[in-house]
């Protein structure tokens, strides 16, 4: 059974940081592409950044040059460094396979503050 459990989330003044992970149970982060998506109310859930099992990173436009996606195959666990935050990144931040869609797990909220 997979399990995809994130945590480190929680309330940053705009410009502060955080760091985000996701400890993956069922698959290997290794062998998947893997993302970490957003959820605002109302709003679908969109890809932020991706890492592939080859190690290229791909990030959104709004992220780009302050999100900074990782893994640690030892640990089979995802992480998502953020900085520079600021309000637009607040919402609920979720790890899954790109292309193998899992259960999704519980979340963890970011909230920036102005």
């Known amino acids: 059974q997979v399990q995809l459990v994130e945590s480190g989330g929680g309330l940053v003044q705009a410009g502060g940081s955080l760091r985000l992970s996701c400890v993956v149970s069922g698959i290997f982060v290794s062998f998947n592409d893997m993302g970490w998506y957003r959820q605002v109310p109302g709003q679908q859930r969109e890809l932020v950044a991706s890492?592939?099992?080859?190690?290229?990173?791909v990030y959104e436009e709004f992220v780009e040059g302050r999100f900074f996606i990782s893994r640690d195959d030892a640990k089979n666990t995802l992480y998502l460094q953020m900085s520079n935050l600021n309000p637009e990144d607040t919402g609920v931040y979720y790890c899954n396979s790109i292309y193998e869609e899992q259960p999704w797990g519980q979340g963890t909220q970011v909230t920036v503050s102005s």
């Open positions: 890492l592939t099992v080859g190690g290229t990173q």
